[in-house]
């Protein structure tokens, strides 16, 4: 059972570039979420989606796009990326119907992203 | 701001000691959980606690929700190696959780 995969690992990108940051969850959960992890901060929202065909902002939403690409996928996209995206991202998905339960978040292994 | 507030920071100690962390908020949470994460992974669900006053303990590890649901506590006995890792805390929101910066816990053999 893979449960959250996310691809790729580590990537670096020059400034203005774009690149979507892949994940995908086979434990037909309905909620998935986009998080990004920065020393000293902890993990920030960006983006979520409660069920299959909605995505809704995060706390940190600005400079990035979701696509809720089918029950087990949800992309991201950075359209032109900046140095202040650096960061290590992180995938999430978790049993329910977009509210808090008592299951607790399945994470995914991160990607780490360099912005120069 | 951080919503939720993790203390210490850091912590370092030797095979044995006993420790406790420490999430504090101003804001009441209608759940809060413990994450364990590990370098190069994603954090791994402990433990969640629903009830005012509510204590559960995970072998070694003892969690503990306060009366008013705004903060909370870990607690390690005899902590071992591979406790090592860092310890985020996460309260429920209406639609996602928040994480707290985390205690970042280094156990030295």
């Known amino acids: 059972n893979a449960g959250v995969t996310q691809t790729p690992k580590f990537q670096v990108l020059k400034t203005g570039q774009s690149m979507t940051l892949q994940c995908a969850q086979d434990m037909n959960h309905n909620s998935m979420y986009w998080y990004r992890q920065d020393p000293g901060m902890g993990l920030r929202l960006i983006y979520y989606?409660?069920?299959?065909?909605?995505?809704d902002k995060g706390e940190v939403p600005n400079g990035y796009n979701v696509s809720r690409l089918n029950k087990r996928e949800f992309s991201l996209r950075l359209e032109s990326a900046a140095p202040s995206q650096t960061s290590v991202y992180f995938c999430?998905?978790?049993?329910?119907?977009?509210?808090?339960?008592?299951?607790?978040?399945?994470f995914g292994s991160g990607t780490r992203l360099t912005v120069v | 701001t951080q919503l939720l507030e993790q203390s210490p920071q850091f912590l370092s100690i030797q095979e044995g000691e006993n420790l406790t962390v420490y999430c504090n908020s101003s804001s009441v949470f209608s759940s809060l959980q413990w994450y364990r994460q590990e370098p190069g992974e994603g954090p791994v669900l402990l433990v969640t606690?629903?009830?005012?006053?509510e204590v559960k303990k995970l072998k070694r590890l003892t969690f503990q929700f306060g009366d008013a649901r705004k903060d909370s506590s870990l607690h390690i006995t005899a902590a071992q190696p591979g406790d090592t890792g860092l310890y985020l805390c996460?309260?429920?929101?209406?639609?996602?959780?928040?994480f707290g910066a985390g205690t970042r816990l280094t156990v030295k053999p």
């Open positions: 989606s409660a069920s299959e065909g909605t995505t």
């Open positions: 999430a998905s978790l049993r329910g119907q977009g509210t808090i339960s008592n299951y607790g978040y399945t």
């Open positions: 996460a309260g429920a929101g209406n639609n996602d959780m928040r």
């Open positions: 606690v629903v009830t005012g006053g």
